[in-house]
């Protein structure tokens, strides 16, 4: 007599919502945009209580090292280079500066090493890495908008009248934060696999931060250096912040609709590059 087959038991529910990989599987999951975008806000989230739970100032510390930036570049670039607002208050355009590079910087920067500082969960664990070298730069934006609240804080008590033309900072900065992220995907990996950039694309941005508006105006740029106003989209974004919070004026809506299309093709290409790459990585690092 032929005994009766065993009932089939479910598996559990939460088992179901999870693709199993055993060995020469080749099968890969994929997480939803949706679920990456949560992870990437959690990763954010994270790295900024990772920055500041052992400082007794918290998110005050935010502040120190660019006021101090601005208090010694202020004095040599107004002292010995004889720097002006021209017609803006010296104080507030080069805070309105200094922010932007900061969030430029620390995105591209901090994006570059950030797979190289994952190298222990990048291989023990999958998922999105897309949003390894994507946090830092969505961490900055925390810092930016206390840096704004700080700037029209000082251009108010400079005198300045903001009116409604600062509504449209968001679009310089937006198109400033498609450039950090195109950046940030392309040397995560490159840096991976060619170490000599972590030493190479500090001290290019080093060098970028003088050759761009931060500490003095756009007019003081040398005639055969013009163009640096127009290529350069940091110098783009940053114009754009102080025509619209200490100016008064729109900003120039052609010259960054050009630098956000062109930051936009660029940013397609380095999410195409890195998700070709991200498999080698592991092995890489």
């Known amino acids: 007599m032929e005994a009766p087959s065993r009932p089939q038991t479910p598996a559990p529910v939460a088992l179901q919502r999870w693709t199993v990989l055993r060995p020469g599987s080749s099968k890969r999951p994929w997480a939803s945009a949706a679920a990456t975008r949560e992870l990437l806000w959690e990763s954010a989230a994270r790295e900024l209580r990772g920055r500041y739970k052992q400082n007794v100032g918290k998110g ?159 007019f003081e740029i040398p005639e055969q250096f013009s163009w640096l106003a127009t290529w350069n989209p940091v110098a783009v974004a940053v114009t754009g912040v102080r025509d619209a919070v200490l100016a008064g004026v729109w900003p120039d809506w052609r010259l960054i609709g050009i630098h956000a299309v062109a930051g936009l093709v660029l940013l397609a290409a380095t999410y195409t590059y890195f998700t070709r790459v991200e498999d080698r990585l592991v092995d890489a690092l």
């Open 60 to 218: 005050v510390w935010m502040l120190v090292q660019p006021i101090a930036m601005v208090l010694i570049y202020g004095f040599v670039f107004t002292q010995i280079f004889k720097a002006t607002g021209h017609g803006l208050p010296y104080l507030s355009m080069a805070w309105a500066g200094i922010i932007c590079w900061q969030f430029f910087q620390h995105g591209v920067q901090i994006g570059m090493f950030s797979v190289i500082f994952e190298a222990g969960t990048l291989s023990k664990v999958w998922f999105p890495r897309v949003v390894v070298p994507l946090t830092p730069g969505t961490a900055a934006f925390a810092d930016l908008g206390l840096g704004f609240v700080v700037l029209f804080l000082v251009a108010t008590v400079q005198g300045v009248s903001i009116g409604i033309t600062a509504v449209a900072l968001v679009v310089p900065v937006a198109m400033l934060a498609v450039w950090m992220f195109a950046l940030a995907l392309l040397l995560a990996p490159l840096a991976v696999f060619l170490r000599d950039l972590t030493s190479i694309v500090p001290l290019l941005l080093r060098l970028g931060f003088f050759a761009s508006p931060i500490m003095y105006s756009v």
